[in-house]
């Protein structure tokens, strides 16, 4: 009998999965002690956790390119005429009017016509640039209807902020703004005191990434809420992780002496904005434009002139690094080459070309602009709190895990053996059981999930419904013990069914769970629906075969 069950077809695939398992987890002594590939969170190695919260604010206005630009022009010009993307003024005194000194104002270079002046801009275009003169941060015109802009910043300095409460920064935040609208008659219609999510996940993007460029790439990194980053830093003393996350990664601009030798331009320091990655309006071509400070302009523009990339771009192109390792190298563009050379770029914006319109170029171009920023944040992040767990706790916490674990197997054996006084049924469904507990940790180690306490009580819990539906199965076949095997396939089928059943209703109420950003929560859900899926798939058809071959 024996024999035919290892020739089961389902009691193979539980065989190859353990051993599966077994191989993920990959069991080994190192330096005197056991280890494993099962990645755990600091619940059970210690270390530090924190928690940002990212500065900045979405807001909805009502403003026109007119006023705005009228307003920065001033009383000796005139509104004349505007359309959806353009606007004219004229000007009493056309001796005052000088193409540089409006090109000043940054709202794109007008055209001159005797003294009518036209500025091709939208109202959106002028909203952002104005505010972003304004408060001095990056403007983000978010994707939404009606058009939200999102303000990359505090409104309020950190002197402003002394001694205020979280509702009276606001208030008093949204009242700057509004001063700042009226100066230009622009209305506030809503104020929302949080980034955006698309924010959020580029920050928490940017800084796995420059975690990873250090090569701490099992940090756990997650969101939590719309404007919440989590990091916990397994192993990690609570000062060495401020410093990795507060401190922004080494980022350098270098220029090619010759095929070998560069040369430092500028860090990420001098790094003053970074705007998200975009196609060119002329070329198509995918981009990522950014801006350096005056003083790293003019270093730029004297060292492209020194080492020749002005006259000969493809023999000395401009490379860039983070942390050491080259993440972008290409020549300067034809135009910006000889403007360069004959002093006519005045410095600042940048524009770094992917050199196609593609799939590729736009990923690449994502790319890159995640690490430009790598060294400069989309917004600051403010610790809000922050923790430390002792390693030596952390080592108790596991063990009073696995002693749980292993209570709650005992405890199982022993209800089960009260109920059917059969060693030949508590065996092999404690045997099942221990198996599917051991291919979910399996599955986790193969998908590198982090343990944390909440994932581990999944383990128990998945052990337990487990354990649940193995009885089930168990009792339809001493139900059908006395009747034909024809039968007793229909009653372990029925079974079946009312596990599927089960086991569905449990994956749709997890998943939101795993998929949302709902922090320590979403361990539970994907340990939970791992350990579903095993037992469906694995475990309990094995069992449906190995207890029908021993009680039929």
């Not at 999510?197 to 993007?205: E, L, N």
């Not at 770094?352 to 590729?360: K, L, P, Q, T, V």
Request: charged fraction near 25%.
């Amino acid at each position: 009998m024996r024999s035919s069950i290892f020739k089961d077809f389902r009691v193979i695939i539980l065989i190859l999965a353990i051993a599966g398992s077994l191989v993920a987890i990959s069991p080994h002594y190192e330096e005197g002690s056991l280890k494993t590939n099962l990645k755990l969170g600091l619940d059970f190695v210690g270390g530090s956790s924190i928690q940002l919260k990212l500065e900045g604010c979405m807001v909805e206005i009502q403003s026109s390119k007119e006023k705005i630009i009228g307003h920065e022009l001033g009383d000796k010009y005139h509104f004349s005429n505007s359309g959806d993307d353009f606007v004219e003024f004229t000007c009493e005194d056309e001796n005052a009017t000088v193409i540089e000194d409006l090109k000043k104002l940054g709202y794109g270079t007008p055209t001159l016509e005797g003294n009518l002046i036209k500025f091709n801009i939208t109202d959106i275009g002028a909203t952002i640039i104005y505010l972003g003169k304004k408060t001095e941060y990056e403007i983000l015109l978010l994707e939404e209807e009606p058009p939200k802009y999102e303000i990359r910043g505090a409104i309020l300095t950190e002197e402003e902020r002394k001694g205020l409460t979280d509702e009276e920064i606001k208030a008093k935040s949204e009242e700057k703004l509004r001063g700042y609208l009226n100066e230009v008659e622009a209305v506030l219609i809503s104020y929302e005191d949080r980034v955006s999510s698309f924010t959020t996940k580029q920050t928490k993007d940017i800084i796995s990434t420059k975690l990873n460029y250090v090569g701490l790439k099992d940090i756990k990194v997650r969101i939590w809420g719309e404007d919440y980053i989590l990091i916990d830093l397994a192993g990690m003393p609570l000062e060495e992780a401020r410093d990795y996350v507060a401190e922004p990664g080494k980022f350098e601009i270098k220029i090619f002496v010759n095929e070998t030798e560069t040369k430092l331009i500028c860090t990420g320091a001098s790094i003053k904005r970074v705007s998200s990655y975009s196609r060119d309006t002329m070329t198509g071509t995918w981009q990522v434009p950014f801006e350096l400070t005056n003083e790293a302009s003019d270093i730029f523009r004297e060292m492209c002139i020194e080492y020749g990339a002005a006259d000969n771009p493809e023999a000395h192109p401009i490379a860039m690094y983070l942390d050491d390792e080259e993440v972008f190298k290409a020549p300067l563009s034809s135009s910006l080459a000889m403007d360069i050379k004959n002093g006519v770029w005045s410095g600042g914006g940048l524009e770094a070309s992917m050199g196609g319109d593609d799939e590729e170029s736009r990923l690449r171009a994502k790319e890159l602009e995640t690490h430009l920023r790598a060294g400069a944040l989309p917004v600051k992040p403010v610790i809000m709190s922050e923790g430390y767990i002792d390693p030596v706790l952390g080592k108790n916490f596991l063990k009073q895990v696995f002693i749980a674990i292993i209570l709650a197997i005992v405890a199982v054996g022993f209800i089960v053996y009260v109920r059917y006084h059969e060693k030949k049924i508590v065996i092999p469904m404690l045997i099942t059981g221990f198996s599917e507990t051991f291919i979910v940790l399996g599955v986790a180690a193969l998908i590198g999930h982090q343990l944390d306490l909440p994932s581990l009580g999944g383990i128990i819990a998945t052990l337990g419904t487990g354990v649940d539906q193995l009885v089930i199965i168990t009792d339809e076949v001493l139900r059908g013990e006395a009747v034909s095997r024809k039968s007793l396939a229909k009653r372990v089928s029925a079974a079946f069914a009312i596990i599927f059943a089960s086991a569905a209703t449990t994956v749709i109420a997890m998943t939101p769970l795993a998929y949302m950003q709902l922090g320590v929560l979403k361990g539970f859900a994907v340990v939970t629906i791992i350990g579903i899926f095993v037992g469906i798939f694995i475990t309990r058809p094995a069992y449906g075969n190995i207890i029908k071959k021993i009680l039929g």
